[in-house]
DNA sequence: TACGAATCTGAGGGATGCCTCAAGTTGTGT
DNA sequence: ACACAACTTGAGGCATCCCTCAGATTCGTA
């Protein structure tokens, strides 16, 4: 695919950047429905200017929400580097749940995730890839249950967003302790017979 | 309190009974935020007739909600009635989420719950007095962690809404395989240190 | 049956948010 | 400096939902 894309006349240029620095701040702030006027006017841009640079609501989350999800690789990243397996795996579910709890945006973006536009919706089937190495890495070293898969990571995300959305305000941090009961429940030794279906 | 409230017309408590019917049903099906031209329509009324009888949301939630609410009582005695308190806390947890399972608006209820109206806010703070005997009995009968507190059964709460909400059409049920990862962490042999907050 | 009070009706005004497009403005190559 | 394509603007149309109120209707009673 060559870049197809014709380059911008210099004050178009800046105007695309203005909206993606207001829609990160915004969507971080308020969520994936912020409103889009709010956005331009963040970006000090009339309404239409967004939808000339941004045709539907997709196109700038598809726009956005990429790079934010990126910082989850690196999240990946480290939980695979910790010699420790369990720990590991610990440590990205912290640090995933913590970006989420630093962006409303990305709350969302990861709880809705598979409903979302295509760019948002395939980062995060990627970013279930990568997951899924860290959950095996950890079952093969016998520390984290065998029957715990990638459906119930996506559950367990689903759950969190929820505790990180009404704690947000009132008690920032809920969420850790909230994690460590479901991590005592995800160890070995702790596994009783799940129902069947 | 004497019954301060006059008798109303015939045709006013006709429609006033059709109007909690509707509003039941829709509220259960949709959830709390349904339009309340919604309501007046299914029970065959005007929106103006709606306002006559309960002149904010809050006043119709307050009428229908408690009703809800108080199949959640039953849940309660259940689990208290079961001569093992593990059980019986067990049969809690699993009688309230499926309760949540089959009502949306009882689900947003209690995600929500203390954020509401009156009349809905101290029906689950009642709830929540009986939640915390039979969290007391399996604290003393040595199966339940004694770290596990009341604040903690609200956040199980908010995370099982959402895993209820997200999987209610693709997946019914699949909060009770969450549910389970997340009991086994709750069994006293499983406990490990809490984060000091 | 006829009257008055209780009740019902639904058009309509307000708020918010989405998105479009005709007219105006600005960058850029010549 | 000019012309034209690229870009911007914001009023305004659409949709949804909220809530109100003046006028029409209906019930209960005498």
Redesign the interface.
């Known amino acids: 695919m060559a870049a197809g894309t014709k380059p911008l006349r210099s004050d178009a240029a800046r105007n695309r950047d203005k909206l993606l620095v207001a829609a990160t701040q915004l969507i971080a702030e308020h969520g994936l429905d912020v409103p889009l006027e709010h956005v331009a006017r963040r970006a000090g841009v009339s309404i239409g200017t967004l939808y000339n640079h941004f045709p539907t609501r997709e196109a700038l989350l598809g726009a956005v929400m990429p790079q934010r999800l990126a910082a989850l690789e690196q999240v990946t990243e480290r939980a695979l580097a910790d010699p420790d397996p369990w720990d590991g795996f610990v440590a990205f579910l912290e640090g995933l749940f913590a970006l989420q709890s630093e962006d409303h945006g990305l709350n969302d973006a990861l709880?809705q995730g598979f409903t979302l536009a295509t760019d948002v919706s395939q980062a995060c089937h990627r970013g279930l890839l990568d997951a899924e190495r860290i959950i095996e890495r950890a079952q093969v070293a016998g520390r984290l249950r065998p029957d715990?898969g990638t459906q119930?990571l996506v559950?367990?995300i689903?759950?969190?967003?929820?505790?990180i959305?009404?704690?947000m305000n009132t008690a920032p941090?809920?969420w850790?302790?909230?994690l460590?009961?479901?991590?005592?429940?995800?160890?070995t030794?702790?596994?009783?017979p799940?129902?069947e279906?």
């Open positions: 709880t715990f119930d559950t367990l689903w759950a969190m967003s929820q505790v959305r009404e704690s941090g809920a850790r302790r909230c460590a009961f479901f991590l005592d429940g995800l160890r030794e702790a596994a009783h799940l129902p279906r």
